[in-house]
């Protein structure tokens, strides 16, 4: 299970740590599975499978979505970074260059 998959022994986590790899690693779990849905979804030649399949893969990104409001509400840095990057029409790159060089 990827959330066993600690790096450092369990009892010299503080509580917020494990919290927040809980939560990263959700959020990884359920980017793979839109990804594994997508690809099945792309393979398949039933129409009605497909459909079942990204009717999923769109259900695992609402998943992901929740989770990432959480690291923002939860991390402070996360909530930097998202508030800097996210839904901005500008090149990715240049929001960088910008956030580098006020």
Sequence with gaps: MSSETLHVAR??????????HYAITSLMEELEAVDWYRQRADDTSNADLRGVLLHNAREEMEHAAMLIEWLRRNEPHFEKQLREYLFTDKPIVEVEHEAMNP
Aim: aromatic fraction near 0%; charge should be negative.
């Design 11 to 20: 009892e010299k986590l503080s509580e917020q740590t494990l919290h927040l």
